[in-house]
Structure formats: C-alpha cells, structure tokens
C-alpha cells in the first residue's frame, strides 16, 4: 500500500506535540514496546523527522543511551502533513544500508539542522553535504525498488498498532523486568535519566548467595 494510502485510512494521524503537553498514550498492543535481544533495557522512539518536538528529544535520548550504554530503537510515524519527513526517513535508511552508526548520524545531523531545511530541496542539498563530508557516494535514486519506502511504511503502521499518535512518542522498555515492563517518558528532559535507572534496577540480576564457611573442627 502506498504511504499516502495508508496514511489516509489511518484511524488517527501522527501529530507533532511536546509530549509534556498531551495526553499518554493508550497502548493497544506491546508488541513493539520491548528490549532487542540481549538487552535488559532499552528506549523505544516513534518519531518524525521534520517533527520539532522530536528534535528538541534528540539530545536527551542520545545522551541517555550513551550513558546508560543501552540499545535507543527508532521507529519512523510519519506525520501526514509533513513535506519532506518522508523522503529524510527513505534517506535515513538507506544511509543505515551502507553502515547503522551512519545512518543514526544523519537522523541526529537532520535534527540538529531541521530549522534550515524548510524544503524537498533544501534537504536534498543538505543530504548531499552530508553525504560528501562523510566520503560516501549515493546514488541518483536510493530506492528504486521501494524497499526502504516499503520499511517506513511498516514502522508508521507499527506506531500505529501500538497506539502512537503524537511525535516523538518515547518508551523505556525492560525484559524480565520486577517492575512493569514499559513506561512512557513525557518529559525526556526531566525524567528519563530518572525512568531509565529504575528499569535498570528492576531488571538487575539477583546477587550470587555468599557461600557458607565451613566451621573449623575441634580435634
């Protein structure tokens, strides 16, 4: 189905918001709201690229990550009124094809520079900068069987499943967690540090029993 189509019988669009200004999300199924394998914990992020509220999240999530050393999932929810969030999230992922580290530096560098890319144009003139300075060669069509518009598709209908509809939408996630097993992060500025120690602690492993020292016998 075509991105435009799906979006259009999408029960709710994608809204861009500041998530301490709207309601939390009703989750209608958890199936993506969990760690990668291997991880204990985890942040789980539905975002647009042209969404200014996800930008101002950026460097609070990317923080987090990297002090936590935890695994940061990016789902793309596209915003239907958006003019060019589409073809950045297409850009994105054909950039992670060539390396991941890459591809998440292009999201961030996309963040960090939403102000000035007003335009299709002036993102394809910013994607070609980045591209140069990083000494990587694309071609004139990156998708030119669909593949990765196919892949945007799946993550905007996934947020959708999940119960997303405002960006970013921001979980912590945690397997075998004594605690629950998502919570979302309204304000990553105030209480993520704060949400991400407490899945950390709920999904620590039990302490090895000391053994027992043996009594020393009387002769």
């Given amino acids: 189905m075509a991105v435009a189509a799906l979006l259009a019988t999408a029960a709710v669009g994608a809204l861009a918001q500041f998530a301490s200004s709207r309601p939390p999300t009703q989750v209608l199924n958890p199936i993506a709201l969990k760690p990668p394998a291997g991880a204990r914990v985890a942040i789980v992020e539905f975002d647009d690229l042209e969404c200014p509220a996800c930008a101002n999240a950026n460097p609070f999530l990317k923080a987090a990550a990297a002090k936590y050393r935890i695994p940061w999932v990016r789902h793309d929810l596209l915003i239907p009124s958006h003019m060019w969030s589409r073809s950045a999230a ?86 075998g967690s004594k605690g629950p097993p998502f919570v979302e992060v309204l304000n990553p500025e105030q209480n993520l540090d704060q949400v991400i120690e407490q899945a950390l602690a709920n999904t620590a492993p039990a302490p090895a029993p000391t053994p027992a020292k043996s009594k020393a016998r009387k002769h």
């Avoid at 998440?104 to 394809?124: G, T």
Wanted: glycine share 4%; no cysteine; charged share 20%.
């Fill in 90 to 175: 297409i850009k994105a992922r054909w950039f992670d094809s060539q390396n991941p580290a890459l591809g998440s530096e292009y999201r961030d560098e996309v963040f960090a520079n939403q102000p000035y890319i007003y335009n299709l144009s002036m993102l394809n003139q910013f994607t070609d900068r980045f591209a140069m300075n990083h000494h990587v060669t694309m071609p004139a069509d990156v998708d030119p069987q669909g593949k990765l518009a196919a892949e945007v598709e799946a993550d905007t209908k996934l947020g959708q499943q999940t119960g997303a509809r405002f960006t970013p939408t921001i979980f912590v996630v945690a397997s």
